[in-house]
């Protein structure tokens, strides 16, 4: 399912959310806003309870006045980091330490890179492959937005609970909001939500950055913005000019030097440390450059009714539905038959990619400049997608005003977005061995 259509899925998302459980407590602290702006900056909870500790006893805190801010621009290419299209963004690089082969994980989804930067691990161990997956349970695809999904333990729980330090999220997209909910001690309800993309617009999301930061002075915080993916998705002049997504990160470059200058101002900016990245890139395909793999197995008597599709833009995941007897068959005919098609890339197995149980048993991914679309050819219209090999590669670099930040370096060793849980951990003394993982360690003096 592309990211653009989980209109359902958020829509009872919102109505749990109405009932919140009754150990937030929903802060209505203005800070000197009025009523207005703080009805359209939503409102930001504050979890009150502790979850037991799940790791060994923290070491002691390399800098003890360090704040770190995880940014994720949504959906950035590496190569629109530039003095042109985002000239805050590449002051910035420049002025820290840039990771210059910086990778998402396959599926590269919002979802899995997200819970891949607050867990480090694979999604076999995370819970969370792909955005949208086929349950076996309710035998449908759905969106995997609640806050069970994930199975392994974030560094927004652990910095609060083994440290006693606040964390927060300020996330702009409603399914990054509900599967995250409960794990920081501050949590940002995004909104005011545009209709279709259901996310709040990066002024409303720094702006609330804003006000989280006054409120509250997290020791950390993990940041999502949307635009530029949303914008992306429905570029039609994605393959030529890109009109619309350069102006998303035109917009959202301008929103991140206003930041700058908001920190400087209240001094937060020479307390901390700002790690930004994507979760995974963008590629745009014309209208008829599509994949549909339920048209493909509903005309072959072999796998018709076999197989559970959940489309995932660049990639579609399929779970064997048939008596196991005749699964290893099935499983052959599908990837003979979906590997034939104009615009397949490659085909994989679930552990291949260690996607873990819920990525379905085969999964496959289209080359540049196509998509998938399913159930049917019309249900994937956009022309901006991700999840695909060309859309892993992601901007990723460290800076900010702490002293502890090094500048002016480039590594061209690989990092993943696993690796923000680990460099987070490691900025905070908190183990990260655990983890698939390493800090990026050359990026700070401690
Ligand atoms: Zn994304
Ligand atoms: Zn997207």
Redesign the pocket.
């Known amino acids: 399912m592309c ?1 653009l259509h989980d209109c359902d899925h958020d829509r009872q998302a919102r109505a749990q959310r109405a009932s919140a459980s009754p150990n937030e407590v929903n802060r209505r602290t203005a800070l000197g806003l009025g009523g207005a702006a703080l009805a359209s900056l939503g409102l930001v909870q504050f979890a009150g309870s502790s979850a037991p500790k799940a790791f060994a006893a923290p070491g002691s805190l390399p800098a003890e006045d360090l704040d770190l801010m995880v940014i ?1 621009c ?2 950035m290419r590496p190569d629109e980091l530039n003095a042109e299209q985002t000239p805050t963004l590449w002051r910035w690089a420049s002025q820290g330490t840039r990771y210059s082969n910086a990778k998402a994980h396959m599926i590269a ?3 899995p ?2 819970t891949a930067m607050v867990t480090g691990t694979f999604p076999d161990r995370n819970g969370v492959p792909s955005n949208s997956i086929w349950d076996h349970g309710a035998g449908d695809e759905r969106t995997m937005d609640r806050s069970d999904d994930i199975t392994y333990p974030t560094v927004l729980e652990r910095i609060r609970n083994e440290r006693g330090l606040t964390t927060a999220s300020v996330v702009s ?1 409603d399914y990054l909001y509900t599967i995250l909910d409960g794990k920081a001690s501050v949590h940002w309800t995004p909104g005011p939500l545009l209709p279709v993309t259901d996310h709040a617009l990066d002024h409303f999301t720094i702006e609330a950055l804003k006000v989280t930061i006054d409120d509250h002075s997290p020791r950390f915080t993990f940041v ?1 913005l ?1 635009d530029i ?1 949303r914008f992306g998705h429905m570029d039609f002049s994605g393959t030529s000019w890109r009109l619309a997504r350069n102006q998303a990160l035109f917009n959202t470059d301008h929103k991140l030097w206003e930041l700058e200058q908001f920190m400087r101002a209240n001094g937060s900016w020479d307390r901390t440390a700002i790690l930004v990245l ?3 890139s963008m590629d745009w395909s014309t209208p008829f450059d599509l994949v549909s793999a339920k048209e493909l197995t509903d005309r072959d008597p072999a796998l018709r009714g076999r197989f559970g599709i959940a489309q995932n833009g660049g990639a579609d995941t399929f779970a064997y539905l048939g008596a196991p007897e005749g699964k290893d068959a099935a499983i052959a005919r599908l990837r003979e038959v979906v590997l034939a098609h104009p615009g397949v890339n490659k085909v994989y197995t679930g552990d291949e990619l260690r996607l873990g149980e819920r990525g379905g048993d085969l999964v496959a991914t289209c080359n540049h400049g196509w998509r998938f679309s399913d159930p049917t050819p019309v249900s994937n219209p956009i022309p901006g997608n ?1 999840g695909h090999e060309v859309t892993l590669p992601i901007p990723f670099f460290i800076t900010g005003g702490h002293a502890s930040v090094r500048r002016g370096q480039v590594i061209d060793r690989p990092v993943t977005t696993r690796d923000v849980a680990a460099t987070a951990a490691h900025a905070f003394g908190l183990s990260w061995q655990d983890m698939d993982a390493s800090p990026a360690a050359e990026a700070f003096s401690f």
Do not use: M
Request: proline share 0%.
């Open positions: 990211d994720v949504d959906g989804e919002t979802l890179n997200h997209k999502n949307g993916d994507a979760d995974h991700h």
